[in-house]
């Protein structure tokens, strides 16, 4: 049965809690959709979510963050899974930090780059996925070297691949696999920053808000969290600290 509480009433009338998701969140095949890193943690605790409320869970599929951004805004979405970043928080709403994961930089086989220093030099450039919480980040702290922006991870791994750029930023885990189908490249040690991700609903949607303010409470002190991180086998994620 659908909850009573009246802050997801609109979510119990339509029998459905509409996620987003965004490239590389998930992959597509023909046994369906599956999450990828942030993804399959966003199907595991939106689908506990749904499992309270006796909904079901419908995935919306978009090719950017900003993509997904725009699909709150325009009530196509109830809930994305995104990095708390200031731009961010301007447009959308978000519950607490449910966890969290560092950014850093993939080198190509034979770089002498070692950190973040050695990459930020006038005349190398680095890769990133506009509007993604990595470059957000970046673009703060870079000050010499040149940020190349496209709006795919795929792309982004084309350029360091083809070495149109000297490194290639992006949360560790991802640039962990990318590493894998170019021998000999590296992902730093030390990282430049730390994504904390939260539920995002649509500016106004203050009952819902509370509502998924306090399920994220809840499935950090229960444990729901750290088991869709080992259950995922995350390397590199963990339960946001507050």
Sequence with gaps: MASADPRVAAL????????????????????????????????EIVGALAERLGIVVRVVKYPSPKDAVAGLQDGACDVAFLGIEPSRV?????????????????????????SLEDTDQAGRRIGLV???????????????AELIGVELPESAFDLLR?????????PRDQLIAFAARLPGARVLAKGYGVN???????????????????FAAEAKT????????ARGRLDGFDVATA
């Excluded at 470059?135 to 870079?142: Q, S, W, Y």
């Excluded at 083809?162 to 992006?170: C, G, H, I, W």
């Design 130 to 144: 506009d509007g993604h919480a990595s470059a957000l980040a970046l673009r703060r702290i870079v000050k010499q």
């Design 90 to 114: 301007a447009v959308v709403d978000f519950s607490p930090a449910l966890f969290q994961f560092d950014y850093s930089l993939l080198v190509p086989p034979g770089s002498p780059i070692g």
């Design 12 to 43: 119990a009338a339509a029998g459905a809690i509409r996620l987003a998701l965004f490239l590389p969140q998930y992959a597509e095949d023909a046994a369906g959709i599956r999450g990828i890193g942030t993804g399959f943690i966003a199907i």
């Design 196 to 214: 904390r991700v939260g539920m995002a609903v649509a500016k106004g949607s203050a009952g819902l808000l509370s509502y998924l303010s306090d």
């Design 162 to 170: 083809d070495r149109k750029v000297d490194a290639l930023a992006f």
């Design 222 to 229: 229960t444990g729901l969290v750290q088991r869709a991180i």
